[in-house]
């Protein structure tokens, strides 16, 4: 495959960019020497500078649930353009998008629009925080809810509940009221409940994890989430940037019929244009400014070309009967798919998948918590991640990171997928040989 456009525009990038990367994974350190720079996308495929065409299942992280350019999105964007690009005064298309997320997840009573998903978390913290009069954040490893302060943060050692910037920069005092307990141990948050109830302002948690490759709640830590957050006078979070609107258009929320007091919002929701949303219980939510006292503000907040975006890509959700069915069979296709070729090849792998979302783990299962899913041989996946980048596909370019399907994948797509997959496993196998 030729690569001499990527190159050449990854040194010019170097010479202006940290890292040549405006964001630090595209980088794609784990599985090749440079970025891949992108120039356009159509539908499945996205084409590289070199005019290299992949089927992607990235889908930039999300947005792109319709796939790259949907007539429907695209033409939304382009006629609000032609009335207006930003006013920053109160717009319609601000309050017909809070009508549909309200409307498709009833937790949701009112919601505040932001500009990414890193707005939204660090918003809702802020709400929480005022809210109960609390200081203490619950996360769990491994799950990401951007690069907000207090939860750039990791596990203290030992007994010690404080936890530990993982970044220069991040004070220490803003990780010290954040405590990181392991993803799917009910039992932990239990006994920190027990111990530190009336500290905590909130436990904020991925529903469906994706951002250690996907692992899925355990049957009962949703509801003892809920539960256990209820009883100590804490609020419970939903981190619903990846899951809402994909999983379903209710969300991880709808699927596990679980109501969270906040849920932050983002990727789907803005139809592949930067959006953010962090929404709850309307008693919660009026505490923002300047119905209440917390502040939050933007200049772009509920940016109308945004707005529309999203209104235009929700719709498409919404009228499409079975989409959510045909998302969540695409991605059991290719689980089957890779399992079996995995298994043919002889290399130990464990594929999870949840309502239209998969990860692939060099590693033996069942993955359920960041412990589990650091076994993930990261060699093999970059040698898997290779073929299959030579045959056309683009995978997740990291190994401890979700795929993303999109609708646009055919049922062809999915067969040149799985006919890709077998010269894949294989190079994983003899990876380390
Ligand atoms: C679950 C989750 N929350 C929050 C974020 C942060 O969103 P953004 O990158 O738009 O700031 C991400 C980003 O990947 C995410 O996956």
């Not at 905590?200 to 355990?218: L, Y």
Request: aromatic letters at 6%.
């Amino acid at each position: 495959m030729k690569d001499d456009a990527s190159q050449t525009l990854f040194a010019r990038a170097l010479q202006v960019t940290p890292g040549g990367v405006n964001s630090p994974v595209r980088a794609m350190r784990g599985v090749r020497d440079f970025p891949l720079f992108a120039e356009r996308g159509e539908g499945a495929i996205v084409y590289d500078a070199d005019q290299n065409a992949y089927i992607d299942l990235l889908n930039s992280w999300g947005p792109l649930i319709l796939g790259h350019g949907h007539p429907a999105v695209v033409e939304a964007i382009r006629e609000q353009a032609g009335r207006a690009l930003t006013f920053g005064l109160a717009s319609g298309l601000e309050v017909e998008l809070a009508e549909f997320v309200t409307a498709a997840m009833p937790a949701v009573e009112e919601v505040r629009f932001v500009s990414s998903g890193t707005e939204a978390t660090m918003s809702a913290i802020r709400l929480a925080r005022a809210y109960t009069g609390r200081d203490v954040v619950v996360k769990f490893a491994g799950c990401y809810h951007g690069h907000v302060d207090a939860l750039l943060a990791r596990a203290g050692s030992g007994a010690a509940l404080s936890a530990l910037p993982v970044s220069p920069g991040v004070p220490r005092k803003a990780a010290a009221d954040t405590v990181v307990l392991p993803y799917n141990d009910l039992g932990a948050v239990e006994d920190l409940m027990r111990r530190r109830g009336e500290e905590i302002a909130c436990v904020i948690v991925e529903p469906i994890a994706a951002n250690m490759g996907v692992v899925p709640p355990k049957p009962g830590f949703l509801e003892g989430l809920r539960r256990a957050t209820q009883a100590a006078g804490a609020l419970l979070i939903f981190d619903e940037v990846i899951t809402g609107f994909r999983v379903a258009l209710g969300g991880a929320q709808e699927v596990f019929g679980i109501r969270p007091d906040l849920t932050c919002l983002g990727k789907v929701l803005g139809g592949g244009l930067p959006v953010g949303a962090y929404g709850g219980r309307r008693e919660i939510m009026e505490r923002v400014a300047p119905q209440g006292d917390v502040y939050q503000a933007g200049t772009l907040s509920g940016s109308p070309l945004a707005m529309a975006a999203g209104l235009a890509q929700l719709g498409v959700l919404r009228r499409t009967e079975g989409a959510y069915g045909r998302l969540a069979a695409v991605a059991e296709a290719l689980g089957a798919a890779m399992r079996s070729a995995a298994e043919e090849a002889d290399v130990l792998a464990t594929v999870q998948v949840s309502h239209g979302l998969l990860t692939c783990f060099f590693a033996a299962g069942p993955i359920e918590n960041q412990e589990d899913a650091a076994r993930t041989d990261a060699r093999r996946y970059r040698a898997f991640w290779q073929a299959m980048a030579a045959q056309g596909v683009l995978f997740a370019p990291a190994a401890n990171e979700a795929v993303f399907p999109s609708l646009a994948l055919t049922d062809e797509h999915v067969g040149q997928i799985a006919a890709a997959l077998p010269r894949a496993f294989a190079a994983a196998r003899d990876a380390l040989r």
